[in-house]
């Protein structure tokens, strides 16, 4: 049985919005709820993928996880230790087991140091290694992300966008990272070179057991790598199951929009889901004043057919996750 | 027409030119002369150290007088006791050298110090940082300076504690402004993420490798501050008495002699005043332009 | 063709210098290309491929140096007729060896004037473009609504403020803004990515152009918004039927909107023909590129059996170490023992294998 690697309970994390000179002052500060109520865990050997449009605060949770931000309230339990409040001195120690690769490419690379200095700093972070066993790991590593040897000499911005990418794959696993949350792995590559990380990414997560909490926005393919998926809007998780359920048997409206605007022609297989929902005009919603209850009801294609009822918009009534099918949560009165 | 053509052969895979391939001439030529005078300032300041002198400054002859350069022996003449120019020219950089590195030392120690905890800790820290920087900027230099004369007495080291001191503001801002950016380019974060003890991100990562040059041209340019202002404050009678040589002491008793036609004794340390303030100008200012500017990101 | 293309580009050559290197970046490296009127074109094609530069010098937009040194570029609508790169050869000056360019000199100030003189009437009237971030093309200190007004003014032959602003409205409701009237006093800041796309594309479309460019329409907004910009392409296709020429690495907005389409790679077309043909699935004669590119996207398949997906070996194309014979030759996975010689060697020309369709390789000349 695979144990559990990861935990969040009722994540929250909230940004204070300051404004003013005397804002320290202030009692009751202005704050943008960006992660509001998360729950999740993930397992050994296992990809949870996380999926929302911008703003929606899904790359806040991965660096909350991570604790590079602080939580606000909420539980999070990394390999049995609860690590929410943990003092950085300890933090420190467990940091290598849980890492992140950042959406920018050249986010983990120093542009002063070549990939042999960047690839020897992370492996002898946490132990003394002699320089032999050093040049054993980097040669074991970059067998790992199928990365040239003579790239070793080669600063960042000498490096393709693939390699770049790569280089901080091999940081990361350097480290001895069991959980990864990778934030956007794929948006700033070319299609081409898309496809060979995602292979990468795959074949490490069998090689080594590995865990990835994978944040992106390109659906198809966190429904390839994904074995659960979780979707978010506004700061709260709105639909969480299996991936493949979730990609053809979405219940929370905002699923089912998300999935249909793939822009697919190729594959004639998309006649499973032949309901049409009508979706209207795209308004600009306004974060930092999210609507009581339900955060989706102003764009909810539902909640308009159905007259506008209270029990969505009422706070006391806000949707909450519950299970509607094996493994399957859905935060939604209404569900499809 | 501008023409553009391409190498034959292997193109290398590796787009670092070496620095003087890079650099403008001009900026080539500023940072050679720069060196050239800091190298003559050192060895000067050893020589003068150890009293390696061709003669010995305050011996007075004289029949020498206000001797033009060549006379007798004298490289550069002599003063208007008839001392020998060239060796109270090198002794005059003892009353500068050590007091102008303290003032190095304590601006860009404080300044790090103060950038650095401003900049990487962010919030409060750099409001009241900032706050007490631009308190400090706003304070006249000189004006501070006369205080502590009045108060203590007038010694060269005081004044440059203070020199250091009102120069920590400028250091902290630029440090703390290179942070900020860095900052936004993530790789501060991924090092944490991967575990980095913050003594070496800060050290290394930050200090180190993007900061060096930085701090290098405030000390020249620290340096050159120094020596103006110590020999501004000789040549008002504030600094160095005489008969101890300071460029500042030596070009304000060599200005009685104006009148007279004469107008070596005072020319000679002025000049050399000129040259050597221009020299560390410059050579921060190549620098610069080398290190900082056109660098290709 | 039987009729005039609107746009015509024949060999294209656009280069630039890099001095750490002191060697050229060949961008774009003998492109041509033939849109027909009412067509839309979709040229495809990754990083380094020349698609956007391409689609700059069209309109002289081209600022680094030594920038276009070669080609011709055809335009003829109902009002105008004219090589837009006329006179290039004026002011430029080749020098080849072993074939391939390794000296230009260039009169830049003089070239930059003429292209100034040529492009005049040309951009915005008869040519629009719509750029690739929506929010900074706009000009932060204006509202959205005057810039479009502007645009209408200088381009049309539209008389009053009044009349400008009510055709202004007109278009952003056309492209389905809400609240139109809000919109049009919004400064660039106060609007989304998908609106400010929106917006860009009314200020293009409202000047009636002959000719619209739009590179990368979608890219980096959400995915909803996304599907809602192509919807409205699509909508605004049938309605006026204006030329377009779509560049975007998204395959997927490529196959609803375009006719025919060109795939670019390392500065060159290696493949240009009807969309249905080359963006099937079963189509037989593509280029290996085009093959693999479209094998690498996760498809309904891949994603049913979590399998892995055919990732295309190596790098993309370093425009500046361009290899002597096919750009594609070391991440093919086609060659055969009959080709490989050719395919080290010798780069293939564009070449017509069907009606219509082209292909730059080897595998497909006897």
């Known amino acids: 049985m695979p144990k559990t690697i990861v935990e969040v309970i009722d994540l929250k994390k909230h940004f204070i919005h300051r404004q003013g000179l005397f804002s320290f002052f202030k009692e009751h500060q202005h704050y943008i709820p960006a992660v509001d109520g998360a729950s999740f865990y993930l397992k050994e050997n296992e990809t949870l993928g996380l999926v929302g449009e911008s703003g929606c605060g899904k790359t806040t949770i991965g660096r909350t996880i991570l604790r590079l931000e602080k939580p606000t309230s909420g539980k999070i339990i990394f390999d049995g230790r609860d690590i929410t409040t943990l003092p950085t001195d300890e933090l420190r120690q467990l940091r290598g087991e849980m890492q992140m690769i950042f959406q920018d490419l050249d986010a983990a690379l120093n542009p002063k140091m070549h990939v042999r200095d960047i690839l020897s700093e992370a492996i002898t972070v946490h132990h003394r290694i002699s320089d032999a066993e050093v040049d054993r790991r980097i040669r074991e590593l970059l067998e790992r992300v199928k990365l040239k040897k003579s790239k070793l000499s080669s600063f960042p911005h000498e490096l393709s966008g693939g390699e770049k990418r790569r280089v901080g794959v091999a940081r990361v696993l350097s480290v001895g990272a069991k959980l990864i949350v990778a934030d956007e792995p794929t948006s700033a590559l070319d299609v081409s070179i898309q496809a060979q990380v995602v292979n990468l990414l795959r074949d490490l997560q069998k090689q080594l057991a590995l865990s990835y909490l994978f944040i992106s926005h390109d659906l198809r393919v966190v429904e390839l790598i994904s074995h659960k998926v979780a979707v978010m809007y506004l700061g709260k998780i709105v639909e969480m199951g299996l991936s493949d359920r979730i990609a053809k048997n979405a219940r929370h409206p905002y699923t089912h929009i998300l999935w249909s605007s793939l822009v697919e022609k190729r594959s004639k297989e998309t006649g499973q889901k032949a309901k049409s929902i009508h979706v209207g005009r795209w308004g600009v919603f306004d974060f930092e004043r999210p609507t009581a209850g339900c955060r989706f009801a102003p764009r909810c294609p539902i909640y308009e057919s159905k007259g506008r009822p209270t029990i969505c918009i009422d706070p006391a009534t806000e949707p909450q996750l519950r299970e509607i099918g094996e493994a399957h949560l859905v935060a939604c009165h209404f569900p499809l | 027409m501008k023409k553009y053509s391409q190498i034959s052969g292997e193109i290398s895979e590796f787009s670092e030119l070496p620095f003087w391939k890079k650099a403008d001439v001009v900026d080539l030529v500023y940072v050679g002369y720069g060196l050239l005078i800091v190298a003559l300032v050192v060895v000067s300041y050893i020589l003068g150290s150890f009293h390696f002198l061709p003669r010995d400054p305050q011996d007075i002859d004289l029949q020498l007088m206000m001797a033009p350069p060549g006379t007798a022996g004298r490289l550069l003449g002599t003063d208007f006791m008839g001392r020998d120019m060239l060796s109270r020219l090198i002794v005059g950089i003892q009353a500068y050298f050590l007091p102008g590195l303290l003032a190095i030392v304590v601006a860009l120690c404080f300044g790090t110090g103060l950038g650095v905890l401003a900049g990487y800790r962010g919030e409060k820290f750099e409001t009241v940082i900032t706050y007490f920087t631009n308190l400090v900027d706003s304070f006249p230099r000189l004006v501070l300076i006369l205080l502590v004369i009045a108060a203590f007495k007038p010694d060269i080291y005081y004044i440059m504690l203070v020199i250091g001191l009102t120069n920590v503001p400028v250091v902290a801002s630029l440090i703390k402004g290179k942070i900020q950016f860095l900052k936004q380019k993530n790789f501060i974060e991924a090092d944490i993420a991967l575990g980095l003890p913050t003594r070496t991100i800060i050290l290394k990562h930050i200090l180190w490798h993007h900061c060096r040059s930085l701090l290098i041209i405030q000390a020249t340019l620290g340096m050159a501050e120094a020596i103006l202002m110590e020999t501004s404050l000789s040549y008002l009678g504030f600094g160095v008495q005489e008969p101890t040589p300071s460029w500042g002491n030596m070009v304000q008793s060599g200005a009685n002699y104006f009148m007279q036609g004469k107008f070596w004794p005072s020319t000679a340390p002025a000049l050399a005043i000129l040259f050597t303030i221009l020299g560390f100008h410059l050579l921060g200012d190549g620098l610069n332009h080398i290190l900082e500017g056109k660098r290709s990101t | ?366």
Not at chain 3, 111 to 139: C, D, H, L, Y
Not at chain 3, 172 to 182: E, F, Y
Not at chain 3, 310 to 328: K, S, W
């Open chain 3, 1 to 366: 063709m039987t009729t005039t293309p609107i746009l015509k580009i024949e060999d294209l050559r656009i280069y630039f210098y890099s001095h750490s290197k002191q060697a050229f970046i060949r961008s774009v490296d003998g492109v041509s290309l033939e849109i027909a009127k009412g067509e839309t074109l979709g040229v495809v094609g990754e990083s380094g491929s020349g698609k956007t530069i391409t689609a700059l010098s069209i309109l002289g937009l081209i600022s680094a140096r030594p920038g276009v040194i070669s080609g011709k570029v055809g335009f003829q609508s109902d009002r105008i007729q004219k090589n837009l790169l006329q006179d290039l050869g004026d002011f430029v000056k080749l020098t080849a060896r072993d074939g391939k360019i390794m000296e230009v000199s260039k009169d830049v100030a003089g070239w930059e004037r003429n292209v100034e003189r040529v492009m005049s009437r040309v951009r915005g009237r008869e040519i629009a473009m719509t750029f690739q971030n929506p929010k900074s093309s706009f000009n932060p200190f204006t509202p959205v609504g005057k810039q479009i007004t502007e645009a209408i003014r200088l381009h049309t032959s539209t008389k009053t403020e009044q009349e400008a602003e009510e055709r202004a409205l007109a278009w952003l409701d056309r492209v389905k803004i809400d609240s139109p009237r809000l919109r049009f006093d919004n400064y660039p800041y106060g609007l989304s990515g998908g609106m400010c796309q929106r917006a860009m594309i009314a200020m293009a479309l409202a000047s009636e152009p002959s000719f619209l460019i739009a590179d990368e329409p979608t890219t980096g907004l959400d995915a909803t918004i996304q599907s809602k910009i192509v919807d409205l392409l699509v909508e605004l296709k049938c309605e006026i039927g204006i030329t377009t020429m779509l560049i975007s690495h998204d395959i997927s907005i490529i196959s609803r909107l375009s006719d025919s389409v060109a795939v670019m790679y390392g500065g060159t077309v290696f493949e240009y023909g009807p969309a249905k043909d080359i963006l099937s699935t079963r189509f037989e004669s593509k280029h290996p590129y085009t093959a693999a590119l479209l094998a690498s996207i996760p498809s309904t398949k891949n994603i049913k059996e979590k399998g892995y997906l055919q990732a295309i070996e190596g790098d993309v194309l370093d425009t500046i170490n361009i290899p002597e014979g096919c750009r594609f030759y070391s991440r093919c996975n086609r060659v055969t023992e009959k080709v490989r010689e050719k395919c080290e060697r010798q780069e293939p020309d564009l070449r017509q294998t069907e009606a219509g369709h082209n292909v730059r390789c080897w595998l497909y000349f006897d």
